[in-house]
Structure formats: structure tokens, C-alpha cells
């Protein structure tokens, strides 16, 4: 006789030999002593976790000679004949070969007599899922009204596939991969039963490769005893199978999370040339980084992780050692890397740039933890970072403290400034500048503080764009006009699509006394343009862009009345004026030694405030 591979040879013969899987074992066992087994049943799941063993056992329970039982003797005629494949009371067929219409109507020719020597007819369809639709068409009416006599179960590995109206006609049965626990113990036992010594790590990896599966499990356990004998070490099996142990996955994620980059190489490099694929590779380490997660989340994670005892120690031992952030980010990035290395034709390379990309992250602060340092720096105060050898106090001069301002919430949502920093030069001019004023003779430095009221503030005075804004504007950084025109429509469509096209009409583009001057052909060209309303964000437009202090004024070559009106394009410029003499940002030029760079009041820098529309900004050293 032929060799009787262990998955035929311990292929369970009732309900109690089933691994795993108690909920349906359970559930069928009291249908069978309540006497509410129906006529149709399908049994869902993964493949090797027992669907069409248990579809036989129900077989041999409902036909055996001392039932329906639901401890089947396993010695009567009926139970022998199912046990061994030849009852012919029994029809089991392959939904994969048999799919089709005609074979669905020879099965229901043949239950319509009465069973020969069984007490039912058992009808068992394996990958039910692979039928056509005719042929589950042509099954409806008898699955639904079947003869007393019959009894159909159906096992399939794709639920979704069958169709729902197949589906409501029986009772549904997933079922789901067997422990990590019951599996190891299961093959503990058929290997002594083989005689054979089998060291309990080896059969951890074994468990991890059958990923729940009982009949993959089996053949992996087959081939292993094949090649090692009577003695089983967990060395030979990670030789055999082509598997990587749980400690150089470990080894390596922890040297990723150190930022030993070369160490990682080094364990890289010892994978590639013991021959493991690269993509099973990357998913074991994805999931040594998944578990290092879960183990940082919860506090017990040798509930959910159905691992080793000491995997899980492990496990624990690292995550403690890093935030949940490092580990979710440095997560992330492996798992871009190692995407791309299953697609690229140099899988090693594109893991190598992962590894690369994963030690630059280093420990990660959480998002909240930051903004409140920034909080901390805005509101005036100092970090406190410990740093070793180095006393932890404000070294700042009293001079150059500056004194805490009370600014309204109006005002500290202006419009948007940048203040360029200064070279030392242009720091030492400053200074000298204010000098000389103060030696000039004012007409109010003559006038008694009852005259002039209150002493202005002296960053007030000294500030260069006091009396005007136009001097603070750095040449660099104005915008030639004709030859930056063509990006300012651009600008202007991200904004308005329709004044950009407007403005591409027009003929030509020039400044003339501190008014942009905008020619056209034909007067009905800027007629929308002309209005208030138009020119005002026009002219806002305009100003931030180029960044300088004109008004806008157009000219129309058939000498048509296209005159702009002068509120709308005087308005925007008279605000950057007012924005420029704000308090605060005197203050701020005072405080960075700086000066005025670009004023934006457009539309895009504005935010309601208090159920009013004003400029919102931000202050850039």
C-alpha cells in the first residue's frame, strides 16, 4: 500500500478529534440531539480548518446505525462506508470540475429515489462558490423544498461568491483559523505518535508557516520528518522550509530602531545570501513591526498576539523602549519601502533604501508636545531643555528684555508681513540713524507733556516706516512689471478666472508715476474692470504680487471712457499703510531688528473675525 500522508491519516473521524473550531462543533452536535439539523448547511472558511471534514462527520451522525447521534460509532457498516469513500448513499462532488447545468440536473435525478442502504442521501458540493450561475439557478427550488430523504452541505473558501439567494436557503457555518496554542499541541501529538522528536521551537515555527491552516501545517510537518528523521531541530526546519526564525527579525527591527543602520545591512545581507525571498522577507518584518504596536498599545498583548511566550517578552521589551509615534512612523516608511521592493526588479536595493529612509526618523515627538513648546515660545517664556553640563536659567540681559505688550485680539491677525532679518551693517546704520535724530531739534520735543499729551512709545519713533511705507521696501524685492506680467495673470486666475482673462486682452502694460496704466483696444474690454467692486480686488491683487505702492488706471486706444474708480484703487493702497504703522508690527521691527518685506491684504490672507472680514498675517523673521 501506498504512503498515507498525515493529512488523510489524521483527518478527524467525529466531532471530538475536530482542532479547534468548538462554536461549530458545538452548535452542530446539538442540532443533532435536539433534532434541528437542516437540510441545507455550508461551511465557510480558510483552506485546511475542516470544512468538508465536518461535512462527513455530519454524514456519519445522521446515517449511523446508532443515530442521528451526535458521537458517531465509526464501526457500523453506514460509518465505515463514509469513512473509507465508498457509500453510495454519499455524493460528493467537485464544484470546480462539475459546474455546469447538466451536472446539476443528474444530481437532482438521482435524488429523487430513496436511499439504498443509508438511512439519507448526503449531498456534499466542495468549492460550492465555483458553480455557474445557471446551475445555482437550477438548485434553488430543490435546495429549498428538498426531499426528506436528502440533506445537502456545501464548502466553499469564498463566502462572497455564492449568491445570497443560495445563501438564505442554508444555515452558514465560518469557520475560523485554528490557534496558535491548539496547533502546536496537535502536532506535539502526531509526532509522538510517529515517534518522532521534534524540538518545540521547531514546531513554533511549523505553527507560524501553517498561519491557522491544520492541512498546511500537516504537509509542512510531512516534509519536514522526511528530511530530518527522527530527530527534529528548529534549525533543519528553518533550512528546509526556507524560513527565517523570529530572532533575526527581531535583531533587525531593533537595530532599525536604534539607527544602526550598518548592523541592519549586516542582517540584510545574511537573509539575502541564505537564500529567503525578499517579499516574505519584508512581511515578516512588517509584522514583527505591526505586533511591536499592538504591544505598545495595550498592556496585556499576550491576549491579542497569538505568539510564542517568548515573542511576546520580546515584543514587550522593545515597544517600551520607544513611543507609539516612532513606532507607527518608522511603520509607515518600512511599509512604502518594502511596496515598492515586491514591484521593483531590484528588490534588494529598494529594501536597503527603506532601511536607509527608516534609521533617518529618529525617536519622533508627538504633534501636541510641539505646538505646546511653540505655545511656550510665542507667550514669551523658555524651553526648558535639559542639556548636560549647562545651567538651566535665562542668560538674557535685562536690557535686552522687551517689556510684555498688550495687544488686542483685533491686531494680532493683521494682514501678513514678512520681516526679513538684517545684515549687521545695515544694524549699525539703524542705530546711527536714530542717533542723529535724536540731535535734531523737534517742534515737539519744545511742547510740555500737558500740551502733547502722553510720551509716544520710542519703538513707535524710531521705527523706519513710521512716516511712510514705500522707503521700508526693499528694491530686490520689487517685481519688474512687463516681464513678471504674464505670471501675475496666472496669479490672478488661481484667484478669479474670468479678471484674468480680462487682463489677457490687453495690449500692453506699463508704470507711469507710480499708476499701473493697463492698455486696451476697445473700451468694452475693461468695462467690468472699471468698477468698484472690480478694482478693489484687482487692485489688492496687484499690490501683493508685485509689491509695490501703485494705484491702477486704464487706457483704452479708442479713447472710450474706461476711467477706474479711484475709492476702489486708492483703498487697498491706503491699508498697506495702516497695516505698516500697526503697533505690533513696529513692535516686532524693534524686537528682530528688521524691516518691512512684502504686505499681502488680499482676499486669500483674510479670516471673519467677530462677524467682520479682516486681514489675517503672520510674522516671518
Not at 433534532?35 to 446515517?63: C, D, E, W
Request: aromatic residues 6%.
Amino acid at each position: 500500500m501506498s504512503y498515507l500522508v498525515l493529512a488523510r491519516k489524521s483527518r478527524p473521524q467525529s466531532f471530538d478529534e475536530v482542532v479547534g473550531q468548538q462554536t461549530v462543533v458545538r452548535t452542530l452536535k446539538n442540532a443533532l440531539v435536539q433534532n434541528r439539523v437542516p437540510h441545507g448547511l455550508i461551511f465557510s472558511g480558510i483552506r485546511g480548518t475542516g470544512k468538508t471534514t465536518l461535512a462527513r462527520i455530519m454524514a456519519k451522525a445522521l446515517n449511523c446505525e446508532q443515530g442521528p447521534t451526535p458521537t458517531p460509532c465509526n464501526t457500523c457498516r453506514s460509518c465505515k462506508e463514509i469513512a473509507s469513500g465508498s457509500s453510495v448513499d454519499l455524493h460528493e462532488i467537485d464544484g470546480a470540475s462539475n459546474r455546469g447545468i447538466q451536472e446539476i440536473r443528474d444530481l437532482k435525478e438521482k435524488i429523487r429515489f430513496m436511499p439504498t442502504s443509508a438511512r439519507f442521501k448526503i449531498i456534499i458540493i466542495d468549492e460550492v462558490h465555483m458553480l455557474t450561475t445557471e446551475a445555482f439557478n437550477a438548485l434553488l427550488k430543490t435546495l429549498e423544498e428538498p426531499p426528506d430523504h436528502v440533506y445537502f452541505m456545501f464548502a466553499t473558501t469564498e463566502l462572497h461568491k455564492v449568491p445570497v439567494t443560495i445563501l438564505s436557503r442554508c444555515q452558514r457555518y465560518e469557520l475560523q483559523r485554528v490557534g496558535h496554542r491548539e496547533l502546536a499541541d496537535h502536532f506535539a501529538r502526531l509526532a509522538v505518535s510517529e515517534g518522532i522528536s521534534i524540538e518545540p521551537a521547531a514546531i513554533e515555527l511549523i505553527v507560524r508557516e501553517a498561519a491557522g491552516s491544520v492541512r498546511d501545517g500537516l504537509s509542512l510537518l510531512d516534509q519536514v520528518f522526511s528530511y530530518c528523521g527522527n530527530e527534529v531541530t528548529a534549525e533543519e526546519v528553518a533550512e528546509v522550509l526556507g524560513l527565517v526564525s523570529h530572532r533575526v527579525i527581531a535583531d533587525l527591527s531593533e537595530a532599525l530602531l536604534a539607527g544602526d543602520l550598518v548592523e541592519a545591512m549586516k542582517q540584510l545581507t545574511e537573509v539575502y545570501v541564505y537564500g529567503m525571498n525578499i517579499k516574505r522577507f519584508g512581511n515578516e518584518l512588517l509584522v514583527w513591526f505591526r505586533n511591536l504596536i499592538l504591544c505598545s498599545l495595550h498592556k496585556q498583548p499576550d491576549r491579542i498576539l497569538d505568539l510564542p511566550e517568548e515573542d511576546v517578552v520580546r515584543l514587550s521589551e522593545t515597544a517600551a523602549r520607544y513611543s507609539l509615534q516612532t513606532l507607527s512612523a518608522l511603520f509607515k516608511i518600512l511599509l512604502e519601502g518594502l511596496e515598492k521592493a515586491n514591484h521593483s526588479s531590484q528588490p534588494r536595493l529598494a529594501m536597503e533604501m527603506a532601511f536607509i529612509q527608516a534609521v533617518q526618523v529618529g525617536d519622533v515627538q508627538p504633534v501636541t508636545e510641539l505646538l505646546t513648546r511653540l505655545d511656550t515660545v510665542l507667550a514669551g517664556g523658555r524651553l526648558a531643555v535639559p542639556t548636560a553640563g549647562y545651567p538651566q536659567k535665562d542668560e538674557r540681559k535685562p536690557t535686552d528684555s522687551v517689556p510684555p505688550r498688550t495687544v488686542p485680539p483685533q491686531q494680532k491677525d493683521n494682514a501678513e508681513l514678512l520681516v526679513h532679518k538684517k545684515p549687521p551693517q545695515a544694524k549699525i546704520e539703524k542705530k546711527s540713524k536714530h542717533k542723529v535724530r535724536e540731535k535734531q531739534p523737534e517742534k515737539d520735543s519744545l511742547q510740555t507733556e500737558e500740551e502733547t499729551g502722553p510720551v509716544r512709545n520710542p519703538v513707535e519713533k524710531q521705527s523706519p516706516i513710521s512716516e511712510e511705507i514705500k522707503p521700508a521696501i526693499p528694491s530686490s524685492q520689487k517685481r519688474d512689471i512687463r516681464r513678471e506680467w504674464p505670471d501675475f495673470i496666472e496669479y490672478v486666475r488661481d484667484r478669479k478666472p474670468w479678471m484674468a482673462a480680462t487682463l489677457q486682452k490687453a495690449d500692453s502694460v506699463a508704470l507711469e508715476q507710480e499708476k499701473l496704466v493697463i492698455h486696451y483696444e476697445e473700451s468694452a474690454d475693461c468695462t467690468l474692470l472699471k468698477n468698484q467692486e472690480h478694482v478693489r480686488p484687482l487692485t489688492e491683487f496687484a499690490l501683493d504680487f508685485f509689491q509695490q505702492p501703485f494705484t491702477l488706471a486704464f487706457k483704452v486706444a479708442d479713447d472710450g471712457s474706461c476711467e477706474a474708480d479711484p475709492n476702489g484703487a486708492i483703498s487697498p493702497k491706503e491699508e498697506r499703510k495702516a497695516l505698516a504703522r500697526d503697533p505690533l508690527v513696529l513692535a516686532a521691527l524693534d524686537v528682530f531688528n528688521g524691516q518691512v518685506g512684502d504686505i499681502r491684504v488680499g482676499p486669500r490672507f483674510r479670516t471673519p473675525m467677530n462677524g467682520e472680514s479682516v486681514d489675517k498675517g503672520k510674522l516671518k523673521e
